[in-house]
């Protein structure tokens, strides 16, 4: 069964780095696109980035273009997402997500989420 | 403000049914699929209907979708308890190339 497993939150101060990971497994990785969805504290989703299945084409949110990176690593069967110059609005629960296709914007399986916290 | 607009609550009584409004545009709604979530509680979302219309391989058909133009729609039948959640529209949006969500709704089975 497909599985996403988030990891990489915690608190960290206002413009600092972090960088997350989802381990993904029960399908091919390969063959599918995938996205990080955020959500605030009390607030709705939030799509973050996406991520082409061959890894050549990606897509931001303009509130973190520049500052965030997304990237995978088919070897190993996870995506990443590099943070930096954090600021206490991305403060969130950070979900990766499976693509239904290799690049709908349908999201068929989430991960558990990672809590990310930016506070001084 | 979010791109897709949905109600912010909507209520029903148990066994009735109940519909959710989501509005986009030509360059989202207009021109892709749209897709539709159910947030329990503390939990992560749970994709109900792709495709516009389609429903993933365990979802019951009391829950159905349809689009038409720039806007869709979910419906609930046979309301139960076990329906109160978040649900959310999605879609991407093709001139701004970004994935959208409506701002979600609220269901209460009262």
């Known amino acids: 069964q497909v599985q996403l497993v988030e990891s990489g939150g915690g608190v960290v101060q206002p413009g600092g780095s972090l960088r997350l990971s989802c381990s993904a497994s029960?399908?091919?990785?390969?063959?599918?696109?995938m996205h990080w969805v955020r959500q605030a504290p009390g607030k709705g989703l939030e799509w973050v980035t996406f991520?082409?299945?061959?890894?050549?084409?990606?897509f931001y949110t303009d509130s973190v273009k520049g500052r965030f990176t997304i990237s995978r690593d088919d070897s190993k069967g996870t995506l990443s997402l590099q943070m930096n110059s954090l600021r206490p609005e991305d403060t969130a629960v950070y979900y990766c997500?499976?693509?239904?296709?290799?690049?709908?914007?349908?999201?068929?399986?989430w991960g558990q989420g990672t809590l990310v916290t930016v506070s001084s | 403000q979010s791109v897709l607009t949905q109600p912010p609550s909507v209520s029903a009584a148990p066994g009735q049914k109940v519909t959710i409004s989501c509005y986009g545009s030509?360059?989202?709604?207009?021109?892709?699929?749209v897709s539709w979530y159910q947030q329990l509680p503390g939990t992560a979302p749970k994709l109900l209907i792709s495709?516009?219309?389609k429903r993933p391989s365990g979802i019951p058909d009391r829950f159905s979708g349809s689009k038409y133009g720039t806007s869709a729609t979910l419906g609930i039948t046979g309301l139960q308890t076990g329906d109160e959640a978040d649900y959310y529209c999605?879609?991407?949006?093709?001139?701004?190339?970004?994935?959208?969500f409506g701002g979600g709704t609220r269901l209460t089975v009262l």
């Open positions: 495709d516009n219309d």
């Open positions: 030509n360059s989202n709604i207009g021109n892709n699929y």
């Open positions: 997500a499976k693509d239904l296709r290799r690049g709908s914007a349908i999201f068929d399986f």
């Open positions: 991520i082409t299945f061959d890894g050549t084409n990606k």
């Open positions: 999605g879609t991407w949006d093709s001139s701004l190339n970004v994935g959208v």
């Open positions: 029960g399908f091919t990785f390969t063959n599918y696109g």
